[in-house]
């Protein structure tokens, strides 16, 4: 019997890589904290794990043999919206520092979590393999 991952690690293997885009684009916008008319962006977590807010349109490149590679990873493309700011800037700039630090900081406490449960699955795996 072939072991399906998809069913062995259930949700948390595509919650660890939308955690890893989601660090991205929250390290982009506090990097252009101080960068005039930059418009934090981020991404609704729940919608896109549930598969509500993936990309929409997206055809990404044609092919014409099924052995060709696609542009992109579905699993991993996201629509990012941009954040409301709490306060109104001068120069345009959306970002809210402490905002997005705390989102930087959740978002990798919650990459550890699922990052730990899937190595749990994994070593559950293991020892299963080896008749444990």
């Not at 609704?44 to 542009?71: C, P, Q, W, Y």
């Amino acid at each position: 019997m072939a072991i399906s991952f998809e069913n062995a690690l259930g949700i948390h293997e595509k919650a660890l890589t939308l955690r890893n885009k989601r660090t991205a684009v929250i390290a982009n916008n506090i990097a252009n904290a101080d960068t005039p008319g930059f418009k934090a962006r981020d991404m609704d977590f729940k919608a896109v794990l549930s598969g509500h807010g993936e990309a929409k349109g997206s055809k990404g490149l044609m092919t014409s043999n099924s052995r060709h590679i696609g542009s992109s990873n579905p699993a991993t493309e996201v629509s990012l919206s941009y954040r409301v700011p709490t306060q109104a800037s001068l120069d345009g700039n959306t970002v809210d520092e402490q905002q997005e630090n705390a989102a930087f900081a959740k978002n990798a406490i919650e990459h550890q979590a699922s990052f730990q449960f899937l190595n749990g699955k994994f070593t559950g795996l293991i020892k299963a393999l080896r008749g444990e």
